[in-house]
């Protein structure tokens, strides 16, 4: 006889690792289902919870805006209390690896496609970055780098007139590569700090580094890279460059390839980790098993055989169309694959975008809607299954792009399905 | 001023670039001139087939004899433009044996080479060829690069001293009395390249006969000469649908009288489905529509199964500038002649020094300017033999793209041949570069040297650069290199310039990748928008979209700091580098 | 306790001739990979999961090496890029992707063609491959002789020599032949001690366990039998993993038809396939049916499971693990790359952790850097260290000085950089349970 799960989630991802951790504070067991790597490896790292209203000025106070948002988006049916709730259990678990929980109000960083961005919490890596600081700033780029040029880019923040002076600069990142080197390769020169040959003379890769910036520092009192400063040894390099130069670095947020994010999800590994979650890797789900309304086991395709795996309270965090939790075709078909939960879109795929690039874009709002348990409903309004709940990307009903709130959704949901799944498991524990 | 006679050239798709060089190759001084892009027209948006002449071999049996005969100068004088594929006619057990034989017996009687295969040769050089086909006829189709070649005649004739001026539309036929003396264009960004922000001039360009090559627009430059007889161009779209990779590596006809869906092409990384036809009133206005590419993958699959299953890219419409002569009066668009008219307006109009050529086929793009050039030349008193039937294009000079590329410029093999396929005998000179040269677009193996060349032909038009490169034109549509490719602009041209043309590929991609969003192309739409909004913030740029940031002090300055005390704001005045200019 | 119960409705036979499914990722026999490149969208993840092109600047990665390549490709193409040489085959990139682009499958084949079409038959580095590649071949003759053979190999001078023509590298110790080869002990064991014509297993042993880490093919019979099964030692080949790695398809297919065709056999007695290295079950379960094109492969795919896996899903394994105990010891557990691609890369840690008396403390998500052959190579070696590098350290790290993993040449490499002693998670069980 098969011990179940008190809860099992669906999707590694930011959604499904916090409503794992949620859920496993307290007795229940958790597992935890991934299939492939999870979005976070290409996401910025940074965690947006409201950016942007119907207005022209970015969101300051996210808190403060979440009232004007309708009704059926997410926040207002989770409610305040949940979105704290959700950034609280971030922090908990990323500890002083991010910045941005001392205040309510949004932070401004500068993006690497050269716009000023609004977030709620950022990498410690980041936050010398911020563009409501008033010291100068120099940008160093790489000419080995093709994903910005750091003069353009400087530019492009003074077009926004930021309060300070930016200057960029575009050098040679120290050592010898080959023109497609992956940015991996220059990560982990930092990361061991690796001997290479500088001017002439053997250093490790830091001071090298360092050594080909100084002179351009000028007034600046913080100089920010690509965020591909180390791995393992991020805060090290980071350190180890800040003794060299003298001023405060920063790592402006990539993606993808994004070490912002990766770090994130090594962090988060860790910490479902530490919370005696199981962790099942590698395989999908495809498939589940009910009675009725309550779902009973989830199917696993184990390399080719279909392998059941049981719990009381299942939480779906599968993504969405980025994720590979929903799915689309050429009849108009939009789906979630695993439980096929009603997902509201239009049968003529025409419908589904705009024609402008950035206008208002249906296919952003794919997804399940929620009741306030987090439990997809059906295109009556009610719950699809009594025990399967929703967090993160495959929740829609809003676009998390132009809001950006992305992060801030997955936090949510996650708190209150993880909450909600745990209680629900310990009831049923007690009545059987 | 030069004493040798000026032809304007009026459009610079394959009919305009390929008199513009053979008139300049004869001597003649040219100025062309172009409202977009070069191929901006019908010639950039066709599935690129070079034909044999194998799918006019039963209903015009003239037109096929043409093409078979373009089709080989043109293997040899555009060898990096063109693919030699090969073509198959495949027959279906519900398509009439009646008809295939004809197709056979009308090749071999317009000495198109033929050989017949059975299904399973077919399929062994096709394995993704349905599995239930009868059998197919080999013809010595081709696949071409339409931009590549028109980019190789200007270039030709630039060499001759000709002057090619793009993003210059036409505003005025100029007359004195019933001569045309020239055209007046406006120039978008000035003369020469284009340069977003340069301001737009006007400029008179005076010459001794002026051809209206314009295509599906050459009523509208008709206009402008107050012709009293309208020139009946009646254009008809037809849809393209791009494919992911390559299904197939030959071009895959169907063998039936003519009809909707009934070609694949294999085209650079991609397969191009093909096509309808529908007579629409305006060549620049009409709509796009759904049933059009969902009948392209529904009929087609036929041919190739594996079509159903696949990703599409994109999809984009053409107009076929079918002319009509008058009286003709066919009901069916389709039944419009793919032959081509020269209409000399001294004759037709008593318009003296101005001729326009309506109709034709870009793989007979060669003959047609020759025989313009011939009639311009008799009009000007210009003696002087057509070579571009024997004078290799810029770039088709002798090449191989089998070398060494990692030795040589130290780019990996496949990168470096996909490079040569496109530079030809240019490959040296642009590949030979001093620096780092990293892949910039990973999808079409287009590293910076080549950004960097494209660059140098096209000023900041980062569309005209994708053309020129392939850049932004595979399966992420640019999610992954508009931003790159704005990058490289840069030092050459400012910040501002680099976000406007950013912003412009941006969209021109959308344009198209919209007609593929479902499935795989909706997911990768779903992350380019994640990546330009969400991580990038471009939908909200403070710099370039009415979003605002006034007051920076009401965020987040970090751990510990103190409460604005308006420092900031006294740095706002005086700290940012444009504020402080 | 079994994390998840067999479905007891489960039947892989039917609804199986209904349709005719489409063939996205053709089999590599047919040379033409390019639909595979569809599913990519470019996000990077096989890159960034590469334990080779982040200590390697003239590696491009697998994104290149797989769907770009291929979808750049024309018919004609012959040229592969020489660097999917210096891919390692650990698979880490089929694990990350998450739009299932078939990765390995196309370095794989890219692989193979490059070894056809352009390799020197004739040169060292190819006999070297072909000698590595075929290690159950060397081992066979090592094993006749394996006092002299052990001896040999010690010398001085035959390292010396290994590495001037064969190039492999002298820093590594050529693994010990075991005396008495598994084969050897099975038969005069009399075979099974178990008779149970419903509860049968399939051991697909492969080199290692035969001729090397005997202990580990001892262990597997033991334990299963303590579980009441019946098990079948069938004739059988080299998985075909190494020669994969070394693009010599032509071998591994050879290999692979007899394998199919025994294992096929105890399979059709109602046996199920058990291995005890997870780079053999790799390849009977993906592997195989991606590469070639042999009746009865997608059967034996199917059948096949890793040991551990098998006793978790058929057997209440974690409970019998909870009421046992073993003396004191701790063990820093290393996940082999191939385990983590089959979702098996947490089940040792999260067994053993409720094993009284074992500590397990797993070193972290980096690859081991010796890849079957890889590290053999004297042009890999370095390589192959770098990327250890950050193993051996974690290792170092954790409590335990006994290493453990299910990858019989990880453990070679987990050993050559720490010194451990390294154990199977088969030979903990069988001294908590037997």
């Given at each position: 006889?098969a011990?179940?799960?008190?809860?099992?989630?669906?999707?590694?991802?930011?959604?499904?690792?916090?409503?794992?951790?949620?859920?496993?504070?307290?007795?229940?067991?958790v597992?935890?289902?991934?299939?492939k790597?999870?979005?976070?490896?290409?996401?910025?790292?940074?965690?947006?919870?409201?950016?942007?209203?119907?207005?022209?000025?970015?969101?300051?106070?996210p808190?403060?805006?979440?009232?004007?948002?309708?009704?059926?988006?997410?926040y207002?049916?989770?409610?305040?209390?949940?979105?704290?709730?959700?950034?609280?259990?971030?922090?908990?678990a990323?500890?002083d690896?991010?910045?941005?929980?001392?205040?309510?109000?949004?932070?401004?960083?500068?993006?690497?496609?050269?716009?000023?961005?609004?977030?709620?919490?950022?990498?410690?890596?980041?936050a010398a970055?911020l563009?409501?600081?008033?010291?100068?700033?120099?940008?160093?780029?790489?000419e080995?780098?093709?994903?910005?040029n750091?003069?353009m880019?400087?530019?492009?923040?003074?077009?926004?007139d930021?309060?300070?002076?930016?200057?960029?600069v575009?050098l040679?990142?120290p050592?010898?590569?080959?023109?497609?080197?992956?940015?991996?390769?220059?990560?982990?020169?930092?990361?061991?700090?690796?001997?290479?040959?500088?001017?002439?003379?053997?250093m490790?890769?830091?001071?090298?580094?360092?050594?080909?910036?100084?002179?351009?520092?000028?007034?600046?009192e913080?100089?920010?890279?690509?965020?591909?400063?180390?791995?393992?040894?991020?805060?090290?390099?980071?350190?180890?460059?800040?003794?060299?130069?003298?001023?405060?670095?920063?790592?402006?947020p990539?993606?993808?390839?994004?070490?912002?994010?990766?770090?994130?999800?090594?962090?988060?590994?860790?910490?479902?980790?530490?919370?005696?979650?199981?962790?099942?890797?590698g395989?999908?789900?495809?498939?589940?098993?009910?009675?009725?309304?309550?779902?009973?086991?989830?199917?696993?395709?184990?390399?080719?055989r279909e392998?059941?795996?049981?719990?009381?309270?299942?939480?779906?965090a599968?993504?969405?169309?980025?994720?590979?939790?929903?799915?689309s075709?050429r009849?108009?078909?939009?789906e979630?694959?695993?439980?096929?939960c009603?997902?509201?879109?239009?049968?003529?795929?025409?419908?589904?975008?705009?024609?402008?690039a950035?206008g208002?874009q249906?296919?952003?709002?794919f997804?399940v809607?929620?009741?306030?348990?987090?439990?997809p409903?059906?295109?009556?309004?009610?719950?699809?299954?009594s025990?399967?709940?929703?967090?993160?990307?495959?929740v829609?009903?809003?676009?998390?792009?132009?809001?950006k709130?992305?992060?801030?959704?997955?936090?949510t949901?996650?708190?209150?399905?993880?909450?909600?799944?745990?209680?629900?498991?310990?009831?049923?524990?007690?009545?059987? | 001023?030069s004493?040798?006679?000026?032809?304007?050239?009026i459009?610079?798709g394959?009919?305009?670039?390929?008199?513009?060089?053979?008139?300049?190759m004869?001597?003649?001084?040219?100025?062309?001139?172009?409202?977009?892009n070069?191929?901006?027209?019908?010639?950039?948006?066709?599935?690129g087939?070079?034909?044999?002449?194998?799918?006019?071999?039963?209903?015009?049996?003239?037109s096929?004899?043409?093409?078979?005969?373009?089709?080989?100068i043109?293997?040899?004088?555009?060898?990096?433009?063109?693919?030699?594929?090969?073509?198959?006619?495949?027959?279906?057990?519900e398509d009439?044996?009646?008809?295939?034989q004809?197709?056979?017996?009308?090749?071999?009687?317009?000495?198109?080479?033929?050989?017949?295969?059975?299904a399973e040769?077919?399929?062994?050089?096709?394995?993704?060829?349905?599995k239930?086909?009868?059998?197919?006829?080999?013809v010595?189709?081709?696949?071409?690069?339409?931009f590549?070649?028109?980019?190789?005649?200007?270039?030709?004739?630039e060499?001759?001293?000709?002057?090619?001026?793009?993003?210059?539309?036409?505003?005025?036929?100029?007359?004195?009395?019933?001569?045309v003396?020239?055209?007046?264009?406006?120039?978008?960004?000035?003369?020469?390249?284009?340069?977003?922000r340069?301001?737009?001039?006007?400029?008179?360009?005076?010459?001794?006969?002026?051809?209206?090559?314009?295509?599906?627009?050459?009523?509208?430059?008709?206009?402008m000469?107050?012709?009293?007889?309208?020139?009946?161009?009646?254009?008809?779209?037809?849809?393209?649908?791009?494919?992911?990779?390559?299904?197939?590596?030959?071009?895959?006809?169907?063998?039936?009288?003519?009809?909707?869906?009934?070609?694949?092409?294999?085209?650079?990384?991609?397969?191009?489905?093909?096509?309808?036809?529908?007579?629409?009133?305006?060549?620049?206005?009409?709509?796009?529509?759904?049933?059009?590419?969902?009948?392209?993958?529904d009929?087609?699959k036929?041919?190739?199964?594996?079509?159903?299953?696949?990703?599409?890219?994109r999809?984009?419409?053409?107009?076929?500038?079918?002319?009509?002569?008058?009286?003709?009066?066919?009901?069916?668009?389709?039944?419009?002649?793919?032959?081509?008219?020269?209409?000399?307006?001294?004759?037709?109009?008593?318009?003296e020094?101005?001729?326009?050529?309506?109709?034709?086929?870009?793989?007979?793009?060669?003959?047609?300017?020759?025989?313009?050039?011939?009639?311009?030349?008799?009009?000007?008193?210009?003696?002087?033999?057509?070579?571009?039937?024997?004078?290799?294009?810029?770039?088709s000079?002798?090449?191989?793209?089998?070398?060494?590329?990692?030795?040589?410029?130290?780019?990996?093999?496949?990168?470096?041949?996909?490079s040569?396929?496109?530079?030809?005998?240019?490959?040296?000179?642009?590949?030979?570069?001093?620096?780092?040269?990293?892949?910039?677009?990973?999808?079409?193996?287009?590293?910076r040297?080549?950004?960097?060349?494209?660059?140098?032909?096209?000023?900041?038009?980062?569309?005209?650069?994708?053309?020129?490169?392939?850049?932004?034109?595979?399966?992420?549509?640019?999610?992954?290199?508009?931003?790159?490719?704005?990058?490289?602009?840069?030092?050459?041209?400012?910040?501002?310039?680099?976000?406007?043309?950013?912003?412009e590929l941006?969209?021109e991609r959308?344009?198209?990748?919209?007609?593929?969003?479902?499935g795989?192309?909706?997911?990768?739409?779903?992350?380019?928008?994640?990546?330009?909004?969400?991580?990038?913030?471009?939908d909200k740029?403070?710099?370039?979209?009415?979003?605002?940031?006034?007051?920076?002090t009401?965020?987040?300055?970090?751990?510990?700091?103190?409460?604005?005390?308006?420092?900031?704001?006294?740095?706002?005045?005086?700290?940012?580098?444009?504020?402080?200019? | 306790?079994?994390?998840?119960?067999?479905?007891?409705?489960?039947?892989?036979t039917?609804?199986?001739?209904e349709?005719?499914?489409?063939d996205?990722?053709?089999?590599?026999?047919?040379?033409?990979?390019?639909?595979?490149?569809?599913?990519?969208y470019?996000?990077?993840?096989?890159?960034?999961?590469?334990?080779v092109?982040e200590?390697?600047?003239?590696?491009?990665?697998?994104?290149?090496?797989?769907?770009?390549?291929?979808?750049?490709?024309r018919h004609?193409?012959?040229?592969?890029?020489?660097?999917?040489?210096?891919?390692?085959?650990?698979?880490?990139?089929?694990?990350?992707?998450?739009?299932?682009?078939p990765?390995?499958?196309?370095?794989?084949?890219?692989?193979?063609?490059y070894v056809?079409?352009?390799?020197?038959?004739?040169?060292?580095?190819?006999?070297?491959?072909?000698?590595?590649?075929n290690?159950?071949?060397?081992?066979?003759?090592g094993?006749?002789v394996?006092?002299?053979?052990?001896?040999?190999?010690?010398?001085?001078?035959?390292?010396?020599l290994?590495?001037?023509?064969?190039?492999?590298?002298?820093?590594?110790?050529?693994?010990?032949?075991?005396t008495e080869?598994?084969?050897?002990?099975w038969?005069?064991?009399?075979g099974?001690?178990?008779?149970?014509?419903?509860?049968?297993?399939?051991?697909f042993?492969?080199?290692?366990?035969?001729y090397?880490?005997v202990?580990?093919?001892?262990?597997?019979?033991?334990v299963?039998?303590?579980?009441?099964?019946?098990?079948?030692?069938?004739?059988?080949?080299?998985?075909?993993?190494?020669?994969?790695?070394?693009?010599?398809?032509?071998?591994?297919?050879r290999?692979?038809?007899?394998?199919?065709?025994?294992?096929?056999e105890?399979?059709?007695?109602?046996?199920?396939?058990?291995?005890s290295?997870?780079?053999?079950?790799?390849?009977?379960?993906?592997?195989?049916?991606?590469?070639?094109?042999?009746?009865?492969?997608?059967?034996?795919?199917?059948?096949?499971?890793?040991?551990?896996e098998f006793?978790?899903?058929?057997?209440?394994?974690g409970?019998?693990?909870?009421?046992?105990?073993?003396?004191?010891q701790?063990?820093?557990?290393?996940?082999?790359?191939?385990?983590?691609?089959?979702?098996?890369?947490?089940?040792?840690?999260?067994?053993?952790?409720d094993?009284?008396?074992?500590?397990?403390?797993?070193?972290?998500?980096?690859?081991s850097?010796?890849?079957?052959t890889?590290?053999?190579?004297?042009?890999?070696?370095e390589t192959?260290?770098?990327?250890?590098a950050?193993?051996f350290?974690?290792?170092?790290?954790?409590?335990?000085?006994?290493?453990?993993?299910?990858?019989?040449?990880?453990?070679?490499?987990?050993n050559?950089?720490?010194?451990?002693?390294?154990?199977?998670p088969?030979?903990?069980?069988?001294?908590?349970?037997?």
């Open positions: 006889m011990i179940r799960e008190d809860v099992i989630v669906i999707g590694g991802g930011l959604a499904g690792s916090m409503a794992a951790l949620e859920a496993a504070d307290s007795d229940a067991s597992r935890l289902i991934t299939h790597k999870s979005t976070l490896r290409h996401a910025s790292g940074l965690i947006d919870v409201l950016g942007y209203l119907d207005e022209e000025e970015p969101v300051a106070d808190f403060a805006a979440i009232s004007e948002l309708p009704d059926d988006h997410p207002s049916i989770a409610g305040e209390a949940a979105i704290r709730d959700g950034l609280a259990r971030f922090d908990e990323v500890g690896t991010y910045q941005g929980d001392h205040t309510d109000t949004n932070a401004l960083l500068p993006t690497f496609g050269g716009a000023i961005k609004p977030t709620a919490r950022y990498p410690d890596a980041a970055g563009a409501s600081d008033s010291r100068d700033m120099l940008v160093v780029g790489f080995e780098l093709t994903e910005y750091a003069d880019l400087a530019d492009h923040l003074a077009a926004a930021v309060p300070f002076a930016v200057d960029g575009e040679n990142f050592g010898t590569y080959a023109n497609d080197s992956r940015v991996t390769r220059f990560a982990k020169r930092l990361d061991n700090d690796e001997d290479v040959e500088y001017e002439g003379k053997t490790g890769a830091r001071e090298a580094l360092a050594e080909s910036v100084k002179p351009h520092i000028g007034d600046a913080r100089v920010g890279f690509p965020a591909f400063l180390g791995d393992d040894h991020a805060a090290d390099v980071r350190a180890d460059l800040e003794r060299e130069l003298g001023v405060d670095v920063f790592e402006i990539m993606g993808p390839p994004s070490f912002p994010g990766m770090r994130l999800a090594d962090r988060l590994k860790e910490a479902v980790d530490d919370a005696g979650i199981h962790i099942s890797a395989n999908p789900v495809i498939d589940y098993e009910a009675d009725g309304d309550e779902i009973e086991a989830v199917i696993v395709d184990s390399k080719g392998v059941p795996y049981h719990a009381e309270e299942f939480i779906l599968t993504g969405g169309l980025v994720g590979k939790g929903i799915d075709d009849d108009g078909t939009v979630e694959p695993i439980f096929d009603h997902i509201p879109h239009s049968d003529d795929r025409y419908d589904w975008f705009d024609e402008e950035f208002n249906p296919f952003a709002h997804g809607r929620i009741d306030e348990g987090m439990r409903l059906d295109a009556d309004g009610s719950p699809e299954f025990n399967l709940r929703a967090a993160g990307g495959v829609g009903g809003t676009d998390p792009v132009a809001e709130s992305q992060s801030g959704i997955s936090l949901t996650a708190a209150v399905a993880g909450q909600r799944a745990r209680e629900r498991a310990a009831k049923r524990e007690v009545s059987q | 001023m004493s040798k006679p000026h032809v304007i050239v459009g610079g394959s009919t305009g670039c390929g008199i513009a060089r053979d008139l300049a004869r001597g003649v001084e040219v100025t062309l001139v172009e409202q977009g070069l191929t901006h027209g019908t010639t950039g948006r066709m599935h087939l070079l034909h044999s002449g194998g799918r006019y071999a039963v209903a015009d049996q003239a096929a004899k043409e093409c078979m005969i373009e089709n080989r043109l293997r040899d004088i555009a060898s990096h433009c063109v693919e030699e594929t090969g073509g198959l006619f495949v027959k279906r057990p009439s044996e009646e008809y295939f004809k197709k056979l017996e009308g090749c071999k009687e317009c000495d198109i080479p033929v050989e017949v295969l059975s040769e077919a399929r062994k050089e096709e394995p993704y060829l349905a239930d086909i009868d059998k197919a006829i080999r010595p189709d081709g696949a071409v690069d339409p590549r070649l028109c980019v190789a005649n200007a270039a030709s004739a060499e001759h001293g000709a002057r090619i001026e793009t993003h210059a539309p036409v505003v005025d036929v100029l007359k004195e009395g019933d001569e003396v020239g055209v007046e264009v406006e120039h978008e960004s000035g003369p020469g390249k284009r340069v977003h340069e301001p737009g001039t006007r400029e008179e360009i005076r010459g001794d006969y002026v051809v209206n090559a314009t295509g599906a627009w050459a009523g509208q430059i008709g206009e000469a107050g012709l009293e007889k309208e020139i009946e161009v009646r254009p008809g779209k037809g849809v393209m649908t791009i494919m992911n990779t390559r299904q197939v590596d030959t071009v895959v006809n169907r063998c039936k009288p003519k009809g909707d869906a009934d070609i694949v092409v294999p085209h650079e990384t991609t397969c191009i489905l093909g096509t309808t036809d529908v007579e629409v009133d305006d060549p620049e206005d009409y709509p796009e529509e759904q049933w059009e590419v969902d009948l392209m993958i009929t087609l036929e041919l190739v199964p594996i079509i159903e299953e696949a990703r599409t890219i999809s984009f419409w053409g107009v076929r500038p079918l002319y009509e002569p008058p009286g003709t009066g066919t009901s069916d668009s389709t039944d419009i002649t793919r032959d081509f008219f020269l209409l000399d307006h001294s004759d037709r109009d008593s318009v020094n101005f001729t326009s050529i309506v109709g034709g086929k870009f793989t007979t793009y060669r003959m047609m300017g020759e025989d313009i050039s011939d009639h311009v030349c008799d009009k000007l008193g210009v003696d002087a033999e057509c070579r571009t039937d024997e004078v290799p294009l810029p770039g000079e002798d090449f191989s793209v089998l070398r060494d590329y990692m030795d040589e410029f130290g780019i990996r093999s496949p990168i470096g041949r996909r040569a396929q496109r530079l030809g005998s240019r490959t040296d000179e642009v590949l030979d570069y001093d620096g780092p040269n990293p892949v910039v677009c990973e999808c079409e193996a287009v590293t040297a080549e950004v960097q060349d494209g660059i140098e032909g096209s000023g900041s038009d980062l569309n005209a650069v994708r053309l020129r490169t392939r850049a932004s034109m595979g399966n992420c549509q640019g999610a992954f290199c508009c931003h790159r490719m704005a990058a490289e602009l840069y030092d050459e041209y400012d910040e501002e310039t680099a976000y406007d043309a950013w912003d941006y969209q959308w344009k198209g990748e919209r007609h593929a969003m479902w795989r192309q909706l997911s990768q739409a779903a992350l380019k928008y994640s990546l330009h909004g969400t991580t990038m913030n471009r740029d403070a710099a370039t979209t009415d979003t605002v940031i006034s007051d920076f009401a965020f987040d300055t970090g751990v510990g700091a103190s409460p604005s005390d308006g420092t900031a704001e006294t740095a706002a005045t005086d700290g940012g580098r444009r504020g402080g200019d | 306790m079994s994390d998840a119960q067999q479905p007891s409705d489960f039947d892989a039917t609804a199986v001739d349709f005719e499914p489409v996205v990722f053709p089999s590599s026999e047919d040379m033409d990979l390019r639909p595979g490149a569809d599913n990519c470019k996000c990077t993840s096989c890159d960034t999961s590469c334990p092109a200590v390697n600047e003239n590696f491009p990665g697998p994104k290149f090496q797989g769907p770009e390549q291929w979808r750049l490709k004609e193409d012959v040229d592969i890029d020489d660097s999917i040489l210096s891919c390692s085959n650990c698979m880490r990139c089929d694990d990350a992707c998450p739009s299932s682009v990765l390995s499958q196309m370095h794989n084949t890219a692989r193979g063609e056809e079409e352009h390799m020197d038959k004739l040169s060292m580095e190819y006999l070297r491959n072909r000698m590595l590649s290690y159950r071949t060397m081992a066979t003759i094993s006749k394996p006092r002299l053979a052990n001896f040999v190999m010690g010398l001085g001078i035959t390292s010396v290994g590495e001037k023509i064969m190039g492999i590298p002298s820093e590594r110790d050529v693994p010990e032949f075991a080869t598994f084969r050897q002990w038969k005069k064991r009399g099974s001690k178990v008779s149970n014509p419903d509860k049968q297993v399939a051991y042993h492969g080199c290692y366990s035969n090397n880490t202990e580990v093919g001892k262990a597997m019979v033991r299963f039998e303590e579980f009441g099964y019946e098990v079948l030692v069938p004739k059988q080949q080299c998985s075909g993993t190494p020669m994969f790695a070394n693009g010599m398809l032509k071998d591994a297919r290999e692979a038809e007899v394998n199919v065709r025994e294992l096929g105890a399979i059709d007695n109602g046996a199920e396939v058990i291995a290295c997870t780079s053999c079950s790799m390849a009977l379960r993906q592997e195989y049916p991606e590469l070639f094109d042999i009746e009865g492969i997608e059967e034996l795919s199917e059948h096949t499971w890793e040991a551990l006793l978790r899903v058929n057997e209440d394994l409970q019998a693990i909870q009421e046992s105990e073993v003396d004191p701790a063990f820093a557990y290393h996940a082999p790359c191939h385990a983590r691609n089959q979702g098996l890369d947490r089940q040792a840690v999260e067994l053993f952790r094993l009284d008396g074992a500590t397990i403390e797993d070193v972290g998500e980096s690859c850097g010796i890849s079957g890889y590290g053999w190579k004297s042009e890999k070696y192959s260290m770098k990327i250890g950050e193993m350290d974690h290792m170092e790290h954790a409590e335990g000085d006994v290493g453990m993993t299910e990858c019989p040449t990880c453990a070679m490499q987990m050559h950089g720490t010194g451990y002693e390294i154990r199977h088969l030979e903990l069980l069988e001294e908590a349970l037997v």
